[in-house]
């Protein structure tokens, strides 16, 4: 730290950091394991500790009210008391973030979430310090030291070790070796999934997550926008990318100024790069008749939104242009479809005789749209509300969805390239209600500069 940053805070000239870190370690922490620290300990790695409190700074103003937190655990304890599930140990982004707004950033650590009928409590690693404490809207916060292996573990062990029944966690994001491992911390315990029965209470959105959600899809049009002005001959893809990446940053810390700024990102996929709904950014310049694949994800909180059109510059070929224009029907009609009482895989029935009409069925390369909330391209798929043939869920009022249908053409065929075009919808008492407002197809995105 340099004197003049020093003297700015009021900070002494010359100063300890071990002694800073050891006195405020003792100060705020309550050592949380056999080990205990005095203030006449030496340092010394045999008497480091495992388990830790850190309570630094006062608690983050949060995402969402006290009340829709609160129901969220409500609705969970429900299903624990239901199913004699004495307590749950989530370990995933997703549900970790979901239960706590806590976002943790794995980083080759285990991060988890303990609730039980009278405690919420997250685990976090030390490097971390006081963040997750601040974040955790509706608990308390145990820190695990890299000072032992597998000290997650232990405060597993801590917080849930005493209970001998059932105790969930999430099949879908444990791998063999972390079941052993909680299997050994818990020894009274059997393990039973509770990761099926999240998704689909998450699946359901409350008033205020499609209010975020629906900001969210605001911002993507912004994003949207930045593309269009940046997307000139000449210019890299992760030129144009950074332009509405950093436009949609902005935008969020202007209308949630206490908001994380976490994981936002575009994707331009031009040319032959646009055969892949996920295929990442390049430095690939634009060419004019170029199709090209505008991905725009303003990411708040842990949760996704999305604007993604297809966009020619310059020009378009009378092939390109039939299969822009077929994929655009298609988009139209799926949209028309989503309304409490249908069926996903009805849903993606209906879609597919547009596209078998237009004979490029066997183009299609997706499902035709999937759930939002808690979700990024890393982690909270609810797999139960994807537009599939082989999904046999009813839309509900609160279920949030995208209609995206996409076809790809190979290099070589006349209108090579992938098409895709991507709204978002809330499903409501009587229908939809669209709150992705940027334009598409071909009256409004051929770009001519």
Not at 94 to 107: K, P, T
């Amino acid at each position: 730290m340099s004197l003049v940053t020093r003297l700015r805070y009021g900070l002494p000239s010359c100063i300890s950091l071990r002694n800073l870190l050891r006195t405020d370690m003792i100060a705020k922490s309550n050592v949380s394991s056999n080990r205990r620290w005095t203030h006449s300990e030496p340092w010394h790695i045999d008497n480091m500790p495992e388990l830790i409190r850190l309570r630094n700074g006062e608690k983050a103003k949060g995402t969402f009210s006290k009340a829709e937190m609160d129901g969220r655990i409500s609705k969970l304890r429900n299903v624990m008391a239901n199913e004699s599930i004495e307590g749950v140990l989530f370990t995933s982004i997703h549900n970790v973030n979901y239960y706590s707004d806590f976002l943790y950033c794995e980083f080759g650590r285990p991060y988890g979430l303990v609730v039980t009928q009278d405690k919420v409590l997250s685990i976090s690693a030390n490097i971390d310090y006081g963040y997750p404490w601040r974040w955790t809207a509706n608990g308390d916060n145990l820190v695990y030291t890299d000072w032992q292996r597998d000290n997650f573990y232990k405060g597993v062990n801590q917080e849930l070790g005493q209970f001998k029944g059932k105790i969930g966690c999430e099949f879908d994001h444990i791998n063999l070796d972390k079941y052993k491992k909680l299997q050994n911390a818990l020894p009274g315990s059997t393990l039973v999934d509770v990761g099926e029965s999240t998704m689909y209470l998450r699946m359901i959105k409350s008033d205020e997550e499609i209010a975020h959600i629906t900001e969210g899809a605001r911002i993507a049009d912004i994003g949207g926008e930045a593309v269009i002005e940046a997307l000139e001959e000449g210019v890299g893809e992760h030129e144009i990318a950074l332009h509405a990446t950093q436009a949609m940053v902005r935008e969020i810390a202007k209308s949630r100024p206490n908001m994380t700024l976490q994981d936002t990102w575009t994707w331009i996929q031009s040319g032959i790069n646009s055969d892949g709904a996920h295929n990442p950014v390049t430095s690939r310049k634009v060419q004019k008749g170029d199709v090209c694949t505008m991905n725009c994800f303003p990411m708040m909180a842990g949760y996704y939104t999305a604007l993604e059109r297809s966009v020619f510059l310059d020009h378009v070929s009378d092939d390109s242009l039939r299969i822009w224009k077929a994929n655009c029907e298609v988009h139209e009609a799926g949209m028309k479809l989503i309304k409490p009482g249908i069926k996903c895989k009805e849903i993606a029935h209906e879609m597919n005789t547009i596209y078998e009409k237009h004979n490029i069925l066997h183009y299609r390369t997706f499902g035709y749209g999937h759930s939002f909330g808690v979700l990024s391209h890393y982690y909270g798929r609810e797999a139960a509300l994807e537009i599939r043939e082989d999904i046999e869920t009813v839309l509900k009022p609160n279920m949030v969805v995208s209609i995206e249908p996409m076809v790809t053409l190979p290099q070589g065929q006349p209108g090579a390239g992938g098409y895709r075009e991507h709204n978002i919808l809330v499903v409501t008492e009587e229908g939809a209600r669209n709150i992705t407002h940027f334009p598409y197809g071909p009256e409004h995105l051929i770009v001519k500069k």
